[in-house]
């Protein structure tokens, strides 16, 4: 089955540590995304990646970090440096010039 | 004002019943438009893109108006699957795949 798997489910962290939230996809598509939402609140572009071994940051990059060495992953790590971390955490891949997007299951991250 | 801009709702609904839902957005050079369904603490779902001309996906229809700068969901025949949150997506630029999000239209169908 072709789709967009995000690992862990649910992340627990103590303050000051960096983690690194998983997300693959077999979909073959060119672009992937991250995104946060809090509650009650929309979705907020993190970085976005349109091809392999570039990308761009979205409207709330500071704290986070990106890379795309492969077409089918594009790891996000959370820093210290992010203020409140503590959110839902959305994966999404679209086929180029289709711009819909599909999204991961997401991951809860927690700081403790 | 927000790109765009959705009513949060709730709506409370009796199963049935025909619900609407409009979202503005600011733009008036964007390219795509869709609707997405969020479940409670679920990933979003595509649920059907908006075509200028408009378009029906059995109980769903979407419609464009450009001029006013509004797309709108009407949902006939209401189930209660049906409740959800409902996302209108914006975007930009063709070639540009990034998207803008509202904050969605809370729905509950009530039995």
């Known amino acids: 089955d072709g789709g967009i798997t995000q690992s862990p489910k649910y992340l627990f962290r103590k303050e000051g540590q960096n983690v690194t939230l998983s997300c693959e996809q077999n979909?073959?598509?060119?672009?992937m995304y991250w995104y946060r939402q809090d509650p009650g609140q929309g979705l907020r572009l993190i970085y976005y990646?349109?091809?392999?071994?570039?990308?761009q940051k979205g409207d709330i990059a500071e704290g986070y970090s990106v890379s795309r060495e492969k077409k089918e992953s594009f790891p996000l790590t959370v820093t210290s440096a992010q203020k409140n971390p503590t959110a839902f955490y959305l994966c999404?891949?679209?086929?180029?010039?289709?711009?819909?997007?599909?999204f991961g299951p997401g991951t809860r991250l927690t700081v403790l | 004002r927000k790109e765009v801009e959705q009513d949060p709702g709730p709506f409370n609904v009796p199963e049935g019943a025909t619900v609407a839902f409009n979202c503005t957005y600011s733009?008036?050079?964007?390219?795509?438009f869709f609707w997405y369904r969020q479940d409670c603490r679920k990933e979003p779902k595509l649920l059907m893109s908006?075509?200028?001309s408009g378009n029906e996906d059995g109980r769903f229809t979407a419609q464009l108006n450009r001029a006013s700068q509004y797309i709108s969901l009407l949902i006939r025949d209401s189930k209660l699957s049906d409740s959800a949150t409902y996302l209108c997506v914006v975007n930009w630029d063709f070639g540009n795949e990034k998207l803008t999000f509202g904050t969605g239209t809370r729905l509950t169908i009530i039995p």
């Open positions: 999404a891949s679209s086929a180029r010039a289709r711009n819909e997007q599909f």
């Open positions: 979909l073959n598509h060119d672009a």
């Open positions: 990646s349109q091809i392999v071994n570039d990308f």
């Open positions: 733009n008036s050079a964007s390219q795509s």
């Open positions: 908006v075509y200028s």
